[in-house]
T-cell receptor
Framework: GQQLNQSPQSMFIQEGEDVSMNCTSS?????WLWYKQDPGEGPVLLIA?????ELTSNGRLTAQFGITRKDSFLNISASIPSDVGIYFC???????????FGQGTRLTINP | DGGITQSPKYLFRKEGQNVTLSCEQN?????MYWYRQDPGQGLRLIYY???????QKGDIAEGYSVSREKKESFPLTVTSAQKNPTAFYLC?????????FGPGTRLTVT
């Protein structure tokens, strides 16, 4: 099935650093979603984006819906240990029944 | 308390046995989904259902079966035909735009 190109695949950072990750697609999406998955748990929805150019924040997390509608970005400011996990992006074409997922970005934080 | 429940959290079966994973939601969502996740991997779609009594195959449906007799419930059966059934299984439901996941069931087949 179709997949999004999510990068980087993994990140190793120091506590307090800012984090950036992104997803790109060859298709135009009408919805972008960002999830975080802790080990052994289901993904939790962090941010939903519905409009090209939209910038939405959730605490220290900020996500943007790319102006071309083919990409999205997630930033985490001042990382803390509980930010460790796998972050997934997902996109949806208008009228589609399924989401398309990125492969995930694994975030590791050194205290 | 609204949400998606999956039970059990851990499931162990012998090879050759069919096993059914439960998924229930009280979010009043029409759409429900089953995904498989292998260690260090992304999410792969097994089956999905947009409405009661109707469902479609996803990308890796072989060896699996589902039913959708009630809006709230979407059980997944892992049959003995599935070659590598050991995995983490995630159920999800969706409204108009957003999809929410359950806590997952880790199935181990030996």
């Amino acid at each position: 099935g179709q997949q999004l190109n999510q990068s980087p695949q993994s990140m190793f950072i120091q506590e307090g650093e800012d984090v950036s990750m992104n997803c790109t697609s060859s298709s135009i999406f009408n919805t972008w979603l960002w999830y975080k998955q802790d080990p052994g748990e289901g993904p939790v929805l962090l941010i939903a984006l519905y409009k090209a150019g939209e910038l939405t924040s959730n605490g220290r997390l900020t996500a943007q819906f790319g102006i071309t509608r083919k990409d999205s970005f997630l930033n985490i400011s001042a990382s803390i240990p509980s930010d460790v996990g796998i972050y997934f992006c997902a996109g949806k074409v208008q009228g589609a029944q399924k989401l398309v997922f990125g492969q995930g970005t694994r975030l590791t934080i050194n205290p | 308390d609204g949400g998606i429940t999956q039970s059990p959290k851990y499931l162990f079966r012998k090879e050759g046995q069919n096993v059914t994973l439960s998924c229930e939601q009280n979010l009043n969502h029409d759409a429900m989904y089953w995904y498989r996740q292998d260690p260090g991997q992304g999410l792969r779609l097994i089956y999905y259902s947009q409405i009661v009594n109707d469902f479609q195959k996803g990308d890796i449906a072989e060896g699996y079966s589902v039913s959708r007799e009630k809006k709230e419930s979407f059980p997944l059966t892992v049959t003995s035909a599935q070659k590598n059934p050991t995995a983490f299984y995630l159920c999800a439901s969706a409204g108009a735009y957003e999809q929410y996941f359950g806590p997952g069931t880790r199935l181990t087949v030996t």
